[in-house]
């Protein structure tokens, strides 16, 4: 899904605020609330399984993404997944806001849709599965990613779509991120590491040789490259 | 009995603000009797944030550093690594351990949202999670790596890790020469977070 | 010799809540208290042996007073180790420096005592 998830390559330059650690006793109670109630999600099911969880977060309001905070974008998938799954409503969580202090014009987070039928909960223990069929490509072969954008979750990010890239590395399968946010069981792929020349990817950007990018994607979104340079 | 949301708030307010309280009152009555110094709370805080997570990975850095089967081990099969170390809350999918070298150097990130190898490292730090890194390190880790003070020569790959599925990255820096006689101990405590994002070199 | 570290010092029902080994804390207070006994544990006041004795001792003053207990409580009596571990700490405090319960006593209720809303924390984006 095209959305503002997906940063990678992005312009803006904003500097990095390096300074920043994980200072987990000293920052504001919420985020440990938000922590807290994220863990009963999953506990209880509203949270079916982590490519769900992941999807509800990249469907939030786009500024909020850019603004509230790492718990303010768990806190918009936390209120999207509650009233998708018909345990609380978009009211009554307002309601309750207006009380505590909130404004109407407070930008909220959170964007309910329909929750998928047939969400299927993820095995706590590992995401790996043992695949039947053979790999399609093997280490050593170009590649080229999908071209197109696909209208749900996905893990090939937008700067790496329709680039040609190298098989460095096959991992077996894995569930299907694509297929289990959805609904649509686990429907488990190969995985593999493709290594893209940054030049290729961004030709203005600063040079340096051998420069790479390694990501780890899906068979599923890859396609033969028959004409490699 | 009329249900008053405004009293029921605030007896919660009050309920939860006791222990505060009390944590409050036995500190500062501690800092006032000399028993406590002021400074010595923070200073374990921050080391149980900074520390008890990254020591997972510190370790293995200060072994593979010390003992070169374990090296390769590492580097072959990261997961069986840190199984071999049997560390607290150490769960880990599948772990890959990529090596800086005098002529390639690694970074990792995750562009689509902030995957972090949690079992070795712990708590991610903010920075990490943010869209500033998120958006610059793939596309100009050189001028990322620069705002961190880490300047690398110019024949120097970079190579950078976008954790877009389930495995987990992190980053065996290299060795350096000043720390050759330190033992295995003494290396582990000074193998730091950002050296195994990938976003500092050790000297 | 006791072993420094908290996190494997105190065991079974006393450990600490953690998260991929890291020190889960919900709110700064925790923290603080944590803080505390490390840096007390440190100074040579104690041994963790005895922390967890106290610490063992008050959780099971609270499961004999709640039914069916469990780690995370009951809905009307949410388990709250932090209390414990405060609890734990106090009686250590109290046996081992020259702090009294008293003197204890009269400090939360002078804190108690402030105005609401004196220590706002002014909220930074995160």
Request: charged share 25%.
């Amino acid at each position: 899904m095209d959305g503002i998830h997906d940063q990678g390559g992005r312009p803006g330059n904003a500097p990095i605020d390096t300074d920043s650690g994980a200072a987990a006793a000293l920052d504001p109670r919420w985020h440990a609330a938000v922590f807290a109630s994220i863990n009963a999600l999953f506990a209880s099911g509203v949270a079916a399984n982590t490519d769900y969880f992941r999807h509800a977060i990249e469907r939030i309001d786009p500024d909020c993404y850019l603004e509230h905070g790492y718990y303010g974008r768990w806190l918009g998938a936390a209120e999207t997944m509650l009233v998708e799954a018909g345990v609380i409503s978009t009211a009554e969580i307002d309601a309750r806001a207006r009380e505590r202090g909130a404004s109407s014009a407070d930008r909220v987070a959170a964007r309910p849709g329909t929750r998928p039928e047939g969400l299927t909960p993820g095995d706590a223990g590992s995401a790996q599965r043992t695949l039947a069929a053979a790999p399609r490509y093997a280490i050593g072969e170009r590649v080229r990613t999908a071209r197109d954008a696909q209208p749900g979750h996905t893990r090939l990010p937008a700067y790496a779509r329709d680039a040609v890239g190298t098989v460095i590395a096959w991992h077996d399968g894995w569930v299907f991120p694509d297929s289990h946010a959805h609904g649509r069981g686990e429907d488990p792929q190969h995985l593999y590491t493709i290594a893209f020349e940054r030049s290729a990817l961004w030709p203005d950007s600063e040079a340096g040789p051998g420069d790479t990018v390694c990501l780890d994607l899906f068979e599923p979104y890859l396609c033969p490259e028959p004409d490699a340079p | 009995m009329t249900h008053d949301p405004d009293q029921e708030q605030d007896q919660q307010d009050d309920h939860a603000a006791e222990p505060a309280i009390r944590a409050e009152a036995l500190e500062s009555l501690l800092i006032e009797k000399g028993i406590l110094d002021p400074a010595a709370v923070d200073e374990v805080i921050e080391r149980y944030n900074e520390r008890v997570g990254p020591m997972n990975g510190a370790q293995l850095v200060a072994r593979a550093w010390v003992d070169e089967d374990f090296r390769a081990l590492l580097l072959r099969d990261g997961t069986e690594a840190v199984n071999r170390f049997e560390f607290r809350g150490g769960q880990v999918d599948k772990l890959v351990v990529v090596e800086n070298t005098p002529a390639v150097h690694n970074v990792v990130v995750c562009t689509l949202c902030s995957c972090y190898p949690w079992a070795v490292l712990g708590l991610p730090p903010k920075w990490y999670k943010d869209p500033a890194y998120r958006s610059r390190v793939v596309r100009e880790p050189r001028a990322v790596l620069r705002e961190f003070g880490t300047r690398l020569d110019d024949d120097v790959s970079v190579r950078v890790w976008d954790s877009s599925a389930e495995i987990r990255y992190m980053v065996l820096p290299e060795r350096p020469p000043a720390w050759a006689d330190l033992s295995e101990e003494q290396l582990a405590s000074r193998v730091t977070r950002d050296s195994m994002i990938g976003v500092e070199v050790l000297a | 010799m006791s072993a420094p570290d908290p996190l494997t010092a105190l065991t079974g029902a006393a450990t600490p809540p953690q998260a991929n080994g890291e020190a889960m804390f919900e709110a700064p207070w925790q923290g603080r208290l944590f803080g505390m006994a490390v840096a007390l544990n440190e100074a040579g006041l104690f041994e963790w042996a005895d922390f967890q004795a106290r610490l063992i001792h008050h959780i099971g003053v609270w499961d004999r007073a709640h039914s069916n207990p469990t780690p995370a409580g009951t809905a009307a009596a949410p388990y709250a180790y932090y209390e414990h571990f405060g609890a734990a700490l106090n009686d250590l405090v109290t046996r081992t420096t020259p702090l009294t319960a008293a003197e204890f006593d009269a400090r939360v209720r002078e804190y108690r005592a402030r105005p609401h809303g004196h220590d706002h924390d002014h909220d930074h984006d995160h």
